[in-house]
C-alpha cells in the first residue's frame, strides 16, 4: 500500500537508528535534521521502500544515504563487511554521481576515523574495514573497472546506462547479488521518458539476481502526482502495487519571486529601448548580488544574453554561460566556479535546473515564461542554499502573453500545484533491448520473462499479444526482414516456449547499441548543389513540404529530404511559415495552460460586471498576483481590449474559433483559440486542420502555439455549421488512424521511426566497434519503414513509433477528451468573424511571421495589428 507519512519522527527516535560513530560524526557537523531527514533516517533503517521529495539544500541526499551508511558501518564492526556492493546510487547526470562520491567519500573516511581513534588496533584484530565507495559511468577508466572487478565497492554510484551494462557483465553481477539498497535520485527527470522506462527494467531484473530483499529509494525535488511516482519506484507483483512510504518535504522551502515587465509599454515602446531595460535589470541584479543564475529557455538565448552583457557592461571573465552545447569541460569548470563563489553570474538554458551542486546563489532570474510550475521551482530553487533560506526568484515577461503566463505560473507555485508527469506505457522498443539482455544471461522460460516484465510500473499493462510479436520479430520469423539485413537477436522455441541467447556476437551487439538516447547530428541544406547551411534534425521533422523557414537571414522552401540531406529552393515569399526556433521552444504544460484558462475566466467575468463591486474586484485579482505595476497595467489593458473588441474571451472552458483576415497575406485565417498547450494543440490542429481540408477542399496552412493554431484557408470561407459539423464528426471518429495517416508520409515519421528502430536494435548504431553514421541510419530506415509498412501494420517497432509520436511527442489523449466535451458542451465554442485579428491572437499570428533575424518587423507587425484593433474599437 502506498502511504503518506504526515507526522516526522523525533531527532531523538531518528538519531537512535544510526550506529553510534555515525550518530557523532551528524552531530558534530550538523545543528539539526532538516525535514526529511526526520522521516527519512527511521524507515530507510527499517528497509522501508521510500520515496523522498524536498527541495535543493534540504539535505535529500544525507536522507538518503545516512541509514544505509550506519548499517555498513555496523557490518564493519561485526567483521562481517564483505567486498561486495551493498547499495547502488543512480543519478540520470555524470556530474552529480561524481557530487555525491566528493560529498560521501568526507563522511565514509571521517567516521573511520572517528573508530580507528577509539579502538586503534582492534581495528585490525577485529577486522573493521573502511566503507568504500566507487563512481562507474562511461567516462570510468579501463583501469578503474579492472580494480572495481577485484575490489568492488560497497557503495557503488553510476548512471541508468552503466547499470543496464553491469547486469549484463557476468563477472561483475556477481558482486551485485548481495545488494540491499538502491537509490534512484533525480526521480522527476527520469519516470516521464524512455530512459526511465529502461531504468524500471534494469530495477526489476537486477532485484530479480538479488537473494535479498532490495529496499529502494527514490530522491527528487519537484515530483507530482507522488502516487504515481511511488508506483514508478517500487513496482508490482501479481498485478497488485507494492508498498511505498512517501516523504513529502518539497514545500518546506520558502520561495519570493516576482513577475516584471522591463518596459511600462511593451507595445509602442521601441524594440531597442525594451532591450536597454531588460539589459538594466540584469546589471542591476548582478551587481547587487554575489552570485546570480539566469536561465533562458534556448541555448541560443543563453549565447545572445551573455554576448550583451558582455558588450553593454564591459564584463569579462566573471560572467559565463552553460548550456548542453558546450563541451563537458566548459561545462564542469563553471560549475567548479560557481561553487567557489568565483563567478558574479552564469547564464543557462536548462542544463543547471537539476540537482548538480552550484553553491550558493543568491537569485535566479527567468528570462521568459519557462512554460510549467514545476520547472518553474526546480530553476528558482537554486537560489538559496539551505532549505531555512527563501529561494528568490525574478521572472521577465517579454509580451504580454508571458506576463499573464508568468503571473499565473507563480501564483499556482505559491498554492502548490504542480505539474504532472507521464509514464511512458508499454514501450517496446525500450522493452526490445531488455529480451535481448536477459537472454545473455540465461535461457528464459517466456511467461515467466512476461511476468517479470509487468513488475516494472510502465509495463504492468503490456498487452500479451504484443509481447509475443516483439518475441517473434527477434527472433528473425518476420519473413522478408533478413533480406534487408535484420537477423535475429534471440532463439525461440514455441514449442517448448522458452527463448535465448542467439550468436558469438550478441553479448558485443547488446553493449554497444543499448540506451535510449539517440543519435542525432545537424542536417545539411542544399540549394540545388550549393550548400546553405545546417539546420538541427528535432527542426526538420516539424517541416512538411512547401514550408518556408530562414536560414542566414534568407528564406527557403522545403523540398523533400534524403538522409541527413534537407533539399529546399530559394522561396519567393515574404515570411517564414516556420520561427526558426520552433524545435527549440519548451512546450506549456496542460495543467498550466489549464490554470491560466482559469485565471482568464475569473478575470473576464470580474472586468464584465456592471455597478460598484467591478472596481474592488478587479484590484482584489491583480493584487493577488506577483506582478509589478508595469505587467498590472500591461494585463489589464490587454483583456479590456479584447473584451471590447471581440466582446468575450476564451478560457480552458470555451474555445473561442475566430476567422479573420491576414493583412499582409491578403488570406482568411481560421484561429482555434485553444489554450491546451503545444502538445494537445499539435494533435487537436492535425485533426482540423484534415476534417476542414475536406470541407472546403483545400490544403490547409497551419501555424500551432501553446496558445491555440491558425489555418491559412486562402480566400475560402468557413461557415458555424461546418464548425458543429467538423466538431461532431471528430469527436465521433477514430482519430487515432486518421492521425496515423496524416503522419505516415511526414519527416517525423521518418525520423521518429530511426530512433525507434534503433533502440529496438532493428537498426545497429556500431557493429563489431563501428559506428554507423546517422546518415546511413537515416537512409536504411526509410528503407526498413517502406517495407514493414507493406508486411505489418502491427509490426512491434512501427506501432512503437506511432505510439511515440501520438502519446509522447503530442498528446493523443487529452486532445481526445477535449473534442468529446466539445462535442457535450462541457467546453463551449463558438465561431465570430472579425475584419482584423483580435488582441489575444496577435502573438500566434505573429509566430508564423517571426523570425529571429527579423525580430524588429516582427514587433512593427505587432504594432500593426494593435493599430488595427484600437481603430476598430475606437
Known amino acids: ?59 535529500k541526499t544525507m536522507s538518503g544515504f545516512l541509514s544505509i551508511i550506519s548499517r555498513l558501518f555496523d557490518y564493519s564492526l561485526e567483521g562481517k563487511l564483505e567486498g561486495k556492493v551493498y547499495c547502488i546510487y543512480i543519478s540520470p547526470l555524470r556530474s552529480l554521481n561524481n557530487d555525491i562520491y566528493r560529498n560521501l567519500t568526507r563522511p565514509l573516511n571521517e567516521v573511520y576515523d572517528a573508530i580507528v581513534k577509539e579502538l586503534g588496533i582492534d581495528v585490525i584484530k577485529r577486522n573493521i574495514q573502511k566503507v568504500s565507495i566507487g563512481v562507474r559511468t562511461g567516462d570510468t577508466t579501463q583501469q578503474e573497472r579492472r580494480k572495481q572487478l577485484l575490489h568492488p565497492p560497497n557503495i557503488l554510484v553510476t548512471t541508468p546506462e552503466s547499470l543496464a551494462i553491469m547486469i549484463n557483465s557476468k563477472k561483475f553481477a556477481e558482486h551485485l547479488k548481495g545488494l540491499e539498497f538502491i537509490i534512484i535520485d533525480e526521480l522527476h527527470e527520469l519516470a516521464g521518458n524512455k530512459r526511465g522506462v529502461h531504468l524500471s527494467l534494469s530495477v526489476e531484473r537486477l532485484c530479480e539476481m538479488v537473494s535479498n530483499n532490495v529496499t529502494r529509494i527514490g530522491l527528487g525535488a519537484t515530483l507530482s502526482p507522488l502516487d504515481e511516482a511511488a508506483r514508478f519506484l517500487v513496482g508490482n507483483r501479481n498485478g497488485k502495487e507494492n508498498g511505498c512510504k512517501i516523504v513529502d518535504a518539497s514545500w518546506q522551502k520558502g520561495f519570493v519571486a516576482q513577475t516584471i515587465s522591463p518596459v511600462k509599454d511593451l507595445i509602442y515602446t521601441e524594440n531597442e529601448a525594451i532591450e536597454d531595460s531588460l539589459y538594466k535589470v540584469l546589471d542591476g541584479a548582478i551587481q547587487k548580488n554575489r552570485t546570480t543564475l539566469i536561465f533562458t529557455n534556448t541555448r541560443s538565448g543563453t549565447e545572445r544574453v551573455i554576448f550583451n552583457l558582455k558588450k553593454r557592461f564591459k564584463y569579462g571573465e566573471e560572467i559565463a554561460a552553460h548550456h548542453s552545447s558546450l563541451s563537458r569541460e566548459s561545462r564542469m569548470e563553471v560549475e567548479e566556479l560557481l561553487k567557489k563563489g568565483s563567478l558574479k553570474c552564469a547564464v543557462t538554458s536548462t542544463s543547471l535546473e537539476l540537482g548538480v551542486d552550484i553553491g550558493t546563489i543568491d537569485e535566479v532570474i527567468q528570462l521568459g515564461s519557462p512554460k510549467s510550475v514545476t520547472r518553474a521551482l526546480q530553476r528558482i530553487g537554486r537560489a538559496g542554499h539551505s532549505y531555512k533560506e527563501l529561494a528568490k526568484g525574478l521572472v521577465v515577461g517579454l509580451d504580454r502573453d508571458d506576463l499573464v503566463e508568468c503571473s499565473v505560473m ?34 528464459w522460460n517466456v511467461d515467466d520473462a512476461y511476468n517479470l516484465v509487468r513488475r516494472a510500473y510502465p509495463y504492468s499493462t503490456l498487452d500479451r499479444h504484443d509481447f509475443n510479436a516483439l518475441i517473434e520479430y527477434l527472433a528473425g520469423n518476420y519473413v522478408g526482414l533478413e533480406s534487408r539485413r535484420v537477423y535475429g537477436k534471440i532463439w525461440y522455441d514455441e514449442k517448448e516456449k522458452m527463448f535465448g541467447k542467439r550468436g558469438a556476437l550478441a553479448q558485443v551487439i547488446y553493449m554497444l547499441n543499448l540506451g535510449t538516447i539517440p543519435d542525432e547530428v545537424a542536417v545539411a541544406v542544399f540549394s540545388g548543389k550549393k550548400w546553405v547551411g545546417n539546420i538541427e534534425e528535432e527542426f526538420l521533422i516539424r517541416l512538411k513540404p512547401g514550408d518556408i523557414f530562414t536560414l542566414g537571414g534568407k528564406l527557403y522552401k522545403f523540398e523533400y529530404a534524403k538522409g541527413m540531406k534537407c533539399h529546399v529552393s530559394e522561396a519567393h515569399a515574404t515570411e517564414p511559415t516556420i520561427p526558426p526556433w520552433y524545435s527549440e521552444q519548451l512546450p506549456l504544460s496542460y495543467e498550466l495552460a489549464i490554470e491560466i484558462g482559469k485565471f482568464r475566466d475569473r478575470f473576464a467575468s470580474a472586468l464584465s460586471k456592471k455597478g460598484k463591486g467591478k472596481e474592488a474586484e478587479v484590484d482584489a485579482l491583480l493584487s493577488g498576483m506577483p506582478i509589478d505595476p508595469n505587467a498590472r497595467v500591461a494585463i489589464l489593458d490587454y483583456f479590456n481590449e479584447q473584451l471590447a473588441y471581440a466582446k468575450v474571451v476564451p478560457n480552458d472552458r470555451f474555445i473561442l474559433v475566430e476567422q479573420t483576415h491576414d493583412f499582409e497575406k491578403g488570406t482568411t485565417l481560421i484561429v482555434f483559440h485553444a489554450l491546451y498547450g503545444r502538445r494537445v494543440n499539435d494533435t487537436l490542429s492535425r485533426a482540423f486542420a484534415i476534417e476542414i481540408g475536406e470541407m472546403l477542399d483545400i490544403d490547409v496552412g497551419m501555424m500551432v502555439s501553446d496558445n491555440g493554431f491558425v489555418f491559412d484557408i486562402g480566400g475560402k470561407v468557413f461557415t458555424r455549421q461546418q464548425l458543429v459539423s467538423a466538431v461532431n464528426d471528430l469527436a465521433s471518429a477514430n482519430i487515432t488512424n486518421m492521425l496515423k495517416q496524416n503522419i505516415r508520409k511526414t519527416e517525423m515519421m521518418k525520423r521518429r521511426f530511426r530512433h525507434v528502430a534503433a533502440r529496438g536494435f532493428m537498426i545497429l548504431r556500431n557493429y563489431k566497434g563501428y559506428k554507423k553514421s546517422v546518415g546511413k541510419q537515416q537512409l536504411n530506415s526509410q528503407i526498413l519503414l517502406k517495407a514493414v509498412e507493406e508486411m505489418d501494420q502491427n509490426f512491434p517497432i512501427l506501432k512503437e513509433t506511432y505510439r511515440e509520436i501520438l502519446n509522447d511527442l503530442m498528446d493523443l489523449p487529452r486532445a481526445q477528451d477535449v473534442l468529446s466535451k466539445m462535442r457535450r458542451k462541457e467546453i463551449d465554442y463558438l465561431l465570430i468573424n472579425t475584419d482584423v485579428p483580435s488582441p489575444f491572437s496577435h502573438k500566434m499570428i505573429a509566430f508564423g511571421h517571426a523570425d529571429v533575424v527579423m525580430m524588429k518587423s516582427r514587433h512593427m507587425y505587432l504594432q500593426r495589428l494593435h493599430k488595427s484593433v484600437m481603430k476598430q474599437i475606437s
Open 1 to 59: 500500500m502506498i502511504e503518506h507519512l504526515e507526522k516526522p519522527f523525533s531527532d531523538q527516535e531518528s538519531l537512535n537508528v544510526l550506529n553510534r560513530y555515525v550518530r557523532g560524526w551528524f552531530t558534530t557537523n550538523f545543528r539539526e535534521l532538516t525535514p526529511p531527514q526526520r522521516f527519512a533516517f527511521k524507515l530507510i533503517s527499517s528497509r522501508q521502500d521510500t520515496l523522498i521529495t524536498a527541495p535543493t539544500g534540504s539535505g
Open 410 to 443: 507563480l501564483d499556482a507555485a505559491k498554492k502548490r500545484h504542480l505539474d504532472s508527469f507521464s509514464v511512458p506505457r508499454n514501450a517496446l522498443d525500450v522493452l526490445a533491448q531488455h529480451i535481448i539482455g536477459m537472454s545473455l544471461s540465461q535461457k
